[in-house]
Structures are given as C-alpha cells and as structure tokens.
C-alpha cells in the first residue's frame, strides 16, 4: 500500500523540515582581548583540530579507503577556514605534533573505538560519526604521554590553559553532535507519517460504513414521527444495503483496526459527516443509483468509487477535517484515496480480508525510506558540493537555491548512488515530478537541469555506475 512514490514525497518532506532547521556546526573562536592562558588554550584547540585531521589521513584500508577522513566531523573541519589557515600556516613552518601522527594513528587503528566505528559504519547507523572523534579525544589523545610530553613544553604552558582547551573541544564536540541529531529523529519522524498514511487508508475504507449507517438512522427516525409519510414507512434501502458498504462491514482486518484504533469519524466530526451524507443524497450520481432497479456488486462499488472521487475528495469541510487530523493527509488523499478505491474494487471482487492492501510490498520497500533519510544525512555536504559544482554562477548564486529544490536533488542523489537496482531514469523522473509538484513552477526544469550535468560527471569519476 505505501508505495516507494509515497516514501520518496514522505522522505523529502521531512528532510526539508529537519535540515532547515539543523543547527549549523562552527569552530570555537578567539576571545576579545584574550590573555596569555587564553591564547594559548585556542592555540593548543586548533592543533588538536589539525592532529585529528592528519590522524584520520593516516588511518587507510586496502583499495584507498580512509573511513575517518570520511567522517563528517573530519569533513567540516576541512572545510572550515580557521583550519585551512592553520594548515597553510603548517606548510611554512614545523607543525609542533608532526612527530606523534604515525603513532597516534596505529594506536587509533588497533583500537576498540576504531573498530566498533567500522561496525557502526558499515551498518549504515545514523551518527556512527558523531562521537568517534569526541572518545578518540578524550581516551587515547589527551592521555598519551608523548602528547602531553610536547604540550608541557609549549610557551605558557598551565594545566589551566589545557583544561580550557579540553571544554573548548566538548563545546565543539557538543556542537557538532546536536547538529547531527536530526538523523533519529528524521526517521522517527517518517515512521510516525508512513503510520499515518496506514490509518488514513483504514479510515477511508471504513468511512462508507459510517455515512450508511447515519443514513440508515435517519431513515428509522422518520418512522417514528408523529406524522409519517408512506415513504417514510417503506424507504428506498438501495443506499443503506448496497453490498460494498457490507463487505466492509465483514472485512476483518477493518474492523479490527477501526476498533483497535477506537476510530470514529462520526464521533470525532459529526458536522463534517452531516455536510457529507447531505452532499451524497443531493447528488445527481446518488439519484440516478436509487432510480436504477438493477442492483449488481458492480454497480454498489461504481457508486462508492464515485462519491469518494467526485464528493468526499473534493469537500471543503473534509478537507479541514484532514488538515486539523494530520499534518499529511491532505499530500497523501491522491495516493491513499486511489489505495482505497482500488481495495473497493477487489472487495466488489469477492477478495474478502485479502482485498486489504499489506503496509509495503516487501522487505525491500519497508527499508527503503530509513536507508535512504540515511543516506541523505550522512553524505549530505558531499552531495551539496556536486550541486555548487552544477551551477552556472552567471545564473544562480549557490546561497539563494530554493532550498526545497536543494533536498529535492540531494535525495535524488542519494537514490541514484546508493540503490543499485532502482534504474536511472525512473529515479531522474520521480524527483522531477515531486520537484514540480512541492516547489516553485520552475522546478522541475532545475532540477531536471542540475542532475543532467552532475550525473555524468559521476559517471566520468566512476562514482555512478548506472546509465
């Protein structure tokens, strides 16, 4: 029933919310009229920083792997210019812990952290980077004593001074975890809409009951009025006993959801239901179903399939109804309504509990939108950097991209790279049509236009093998 369609509008609507709001990381800095303790303190922060880089360019694998230098961490102190500066300051002059690196680096590579890193990696988890840094810190360099051996022997040395690096480190560290906390809860987030998509799907199914059966209560109250007409006594049940409407009543894993999920539309809104039922009976396709004496499966389902397109689809008062449910539902209508319509055509079928649709088709689709909010997340400022790359900067200025359109071409990007056997195109036109559908009306054409100069450059580099 959820379809990779839905997870790719699902994933691309919580990254836009998550990453716009992502704590952006930045470098600790020099205090204003800093005293000799303090400057030595940041002094001592930036080699660290620096140490921490040419330790991870040191630690390789077999085939030119470099797993630290491939944290994000190790990424954005590359990018940073403080370190850049400091780096180029190193190519002028001796860099104080050049002599330790190699040993640093063998000692990191043999270690637990290290290799629980790799675990974490190759499982994919989100934040397998955020803390490595911050334990190979903390465990292995502020306590070796060749290190602390060349710290005790920089101009202005105090334990204080070292202390104050050691806080400026946690604050970075701290600063830079938090920026990465979006991933969990990323995926929550998905989960939490993909449940809610399930719901609606039930909750459309079931809603034919409920207006038949507030239908069927006002044909008993007329009854037992006190002036009673003989078409009140003898009322056309064509609508209260159309044969669709009861074998959803008979579906079992219907009913079971409606009553695990205490679900009632009529209770939650009765206004909205009144404006509903109204709508149908006034209803051109609602006269010509009663006036017709023919009574067919065929003809019951014909006549829910169309109240849902024609009526309810289109309600206003539904539709707020919706909008105050669910912050989803109302993107998610067109796909589930057409999920529901098709499982009305298979219960007019006779499919019975097998017309309900299974949450994902397999496994492969239930992972999915994890492995690719994942993917997004951890390769993010790389899949940003292809996108600077693209552009033509006599036409577009990189800091004023719509930034739907940004997560739009980096979930593309992902897709592309890390799902081997989705094809190139069906990728390439899914995020053109989402593009056009939830950003600005040139969108589809900009995106269509960054990837088709990003994709062969991947292919050149041997980065995308597809074609």
Not at 51 to 71: C, F, H, N, V, Y
Not at 296 to 301: F, G, I, N, S, V
Not at 404 to 425: G, Y
Request: aromatic share 10%; charged share 30%; with cysteine.
């Amino acid at each position: 029933m959820i379809n990779r369609i839905l997870i790719r509008i699902k994933v691309i609507q919580i990254l836009y919310s998550f990453l716009l709001v992502e704590k952006q990381f930045s470098l600790s800095t020099l205090p204003e009229s800093p005293t000799k303790e303090k400057r030595f303190a940041y002094s001592l922060y930036l080699d660290m920083l620096v140490l921490m880089l040419k330790t991870a360019e040191s630690i390789g694998r077999r085939g030119g792997d470099k797993p630290l230098e491939e944290t994000r961490f190790i990424k954005r102190l590359k990018s940073d210019d403080t370190i850049k500066s400091q780096l180029a300051k190193y190519r002028m002059s001796p860099y104080p812990f050049e002599g330790v690196v190699d040993s640093l680096a063998e000692k990191v590579k043999e270690s637990a952290i290290y290799k629980n890193y790799l675990k974490n990696r190759k499982e994919n988890k989100i934040g397998a980077d955020a803390s490595v840094w911050n334990e190979i810190c903390n465990l292995m360099i502020f306590p070796d004593a060749e290190i602390n051996q060349i710290i005790s022997r920089r101009e202005n040395f105090t334990l204080k001074a070292v202390d104050r690096t050691r806080e400026m480190l946690e604050d970075t560290f701290s600063n830079f975890m938090a920026s990465q906390d979006g991933g969990s809860e990323a995926i929550a987030a998905l989960h939490q809409s993909l449940d809610k998509a399930r719901e609606l799907y039930f909750r459309l199914l079931w809603l034919p009951v409920e207006l038949t059966d507030m239908q069927e209560r006002k044909l008993d109250d007329r009854r037992h009025k006190l002036l009673v007409t003989q078409e009140d006594l003898n009322p056309n049940l064509k609508f209260v006993e159309n044969s669709l409407v009861r074998s959803i009543r008979d579906c079992e894993p219907i009913r079971n959801f409606i009553e695990k999920e205490k679900i009632s539309w009529e209770r939650e809104d009765r206004v909205m239901m009144e404006n509903l039922l109204k709508a149908i009976l006034e209803s051109e396709m609602y006269q010509d179903y009663m006036a017709n004496p023919v009574e067919t499966p065929k003809e019951d389902c014909e006549l829910w399939r169309s109240i849902m397109r024609r009526i309810i689809f289109n309600n206003e008062h539904f539709l707020e109804t919706m909008e105050d449910k669910s912050v989803f539902w109302n993107d998610d209508l067109d796909t589930i309504g057409t999920f529901a319509i098709k499982t009305f055509r298979k219960l007019e079928e006779g499919a019975g509990n097998d017309a309900i649709l299974d949450k994902y088709k397999d496994e492969e689709d239930a992972r999915f939108g994890d492995e690719l909010v994942r993917s997004v997340l951890k390769n993010k400022d790389t899949y940003r950097g292809y996108i600077d790359d693209a552009i033509d900067r006599t036409l577009w200025e990189s800091e004023r991209l719509a930034f739907m359109d940004v997560v739009i071409i980096e979930t593309a990007l992902a897709e592309m790279l890390n799902f081997p056997k989705i094809p190139l195109n069906v990728t390439l036109n899914e995020y053109i049509e989402i593009a056009k559908c939830y950003s600005s009306g040139k969108s589809g054409g900009f995106v269509n236009g960054i990837l088709g100069k990003i994709i062969p450059v991947l292919q050149q580099n041997g980065v995308l093998f597809k074609s």
